[in-house]
């Protein structure tokens, strides 16, 4: 099964978290850009997107990539 995911495109461009999301979309799954999801302080501390409309911030991008991984249906 696949997921959706959103992400903030200021957050991309501060956190550099592209090769997780490049790696989702070669799993399938469907990545896409916006321009805010308001979640501004969360957002500034760390990388982090939206999974099926629930949001994960995570202190760095292997702390986000574990994060997704145990959401991920097996």
């Known amino acids: 099964m696949t997921s959706v995911f ?11 978290h ?3 999301l490049d790696q989702l979309v070669e ?4 990545v896409s ?5 308001n ?7 760390g990388p982090s ?3 099926d ?3 994960i911030g995570a202190a760095d991008e292997a ?3 574990a994060s997704v991984k145990a959401k991920l249906p097996k």
């Open 49 to 51: 997107l939206s999974m």
């Open 6 to 16: 959103v992400v903030c495109l200021r957050n991309l461009q501060e956190n550099r």
């Open 33 to 37: 850009l916006a321009h805010c999801l």
């Open 53 to 55: 409309g629930s949001w």
């Open 63 to 65: 702390e986000l990539r």
């Open 39 to 45: 979640q501004c302080i969360g957002c500034r501390k």
């Open 18 to 20: 592209g090769v997780l």
């Open 27 to 30: 799993e399938g799954h469907d």
